[in-house]
């Protein structure tokens, strides 16, 4: 009898082991290396929609830099919800809208280049919010959305208007990290709809 009940415990005891460790890979997972999300609104129409389901890469912007045109998730200063927009401008670069056209510049603002997007319509503007038209990009990143009317990002500090401290500057602080996969909805729909 001694035998069965320890036997029992000590099953017992390897199931809870293996749940707890089974567990603590999912927490570290989780919180150091992915986090899943799920797209809220229309703002990177036409990359992402609506309920497109994202996983996001937490460690990649700490081993290496990003580069124009990655898709990131962040906080942006003084807003408490993750946004998720595409990084347009680099460190040391200049952001200039002329003509609905973006332009890339060197720190001197000399040499400015048209961004190519093709990503995009070739057909859609950028148009200007808050009276600006030139942002110095100086330590961190600018990001915008694809869908370029309706939606905030850095051209209008999150619609914080660029005042009384604002930044249009996402920092590795806001930074929740890069996306890497995304599974689309209608195909999400079909298991779990």
């Given at each position: 009898m001694r035998n069965k009940v320890r036997n029992i415990l000590l099953e017992i005891f390897d199931m809870l082991s293996f749940f707890v460790l089974v567990l603590g890979i999912v927490l570290f997972v989780r919180f150091f290396v992915a986090n899943p999300y799920t797209v809220v609104?229309?703002?990177?129409?036409?990359?992402?929609?609506?309920?497109?389901?994202?996983?996001?890469?937490?460690?990649?912007?700490?081993?290496?830099?990003?580069?124009?045109?990655?898709?990131?998730?962040?906080?942006p200063q003084w807003k408490t919800i993750p946004y998720i927009k595409r990084?347009?401008?680099?460190?040391?670069?200049?952001?200039?809208?002329?003509?609905?056209?973006?332009?890339?510049?060197d720190s001197e603002w000399e040499n400015c280049d048209v961004l190519?997007?093709?990503?995009?319509?070739?057909?859609?503007?950028?148009?200007?919010k808050c009276g600006i038209t030139e942002f110095p990009v100086y330590t961190w990143y600018f990001v915008m959305w694809d869908n370029r009317w309706f939606s905030t990002d850095s051209l209008c500090c999150f619609w914080l208007w660029c005042y009384d401290g604002a930044t249009y500057e996402v920092t590795d602080k806001d930074m929740i990290g890069r996306v890497f996969f995304r599974l689309l909805p209608s195909f999400w729909n079909k298991f779990y709809g």
């Amino acid at each position: 009898m001694r035998n069965k009940v320890r036997n029992i415990l000590l099953e017992i005891f390897d199931m809870l082991s293996f749940f707890v460790l089974v567990l603590g890979i999912v927490l570290f997972v989780r919180f150091f290396v992915a986090n899943p999300y799920t797209v809220v609104g229309s703002s990177m129409a036409p990359t992402f929609s609506e309920n497109d389901f994202i996983i996001v890469d937490k460690i990649s912007q700490k081993l290496w830099k990003l580069d124009r045109g990655d898709v990131i998730v962040f906080v942006p200063q003084w807003k408490t919800i993750p946004y998720i927009k595409r990084i347009i401008w680099l460190p040391w670069e200049t952001v200039k809208i002329k003509d609905g056209w973006i332009q890339i510049c060197d720190s001197e603002w000399e040499n400015c280049d048209v961004l190519q997007e093709p990503y995009l319509p070739e057909w859609l503007q950028t148009k200007t919010k808050c009276g600006i038209t030139e942002f110095p990009v100086y330590t961190w990143y600018f990001v915008m959305w694809d869908n370029r009317w309706f939606s905030t990002d850095s051209l209008c500090c999150f619609w914080l208007w660029c005042y009384d401290g604002a930044t249009y500057e996402v920092t590795d602080k806001d930074m929740i990290g890069r996306v890497f996969f995304r599974l689309l909805p209608s195909f999400w729909n079909k298991f779990y709809g």
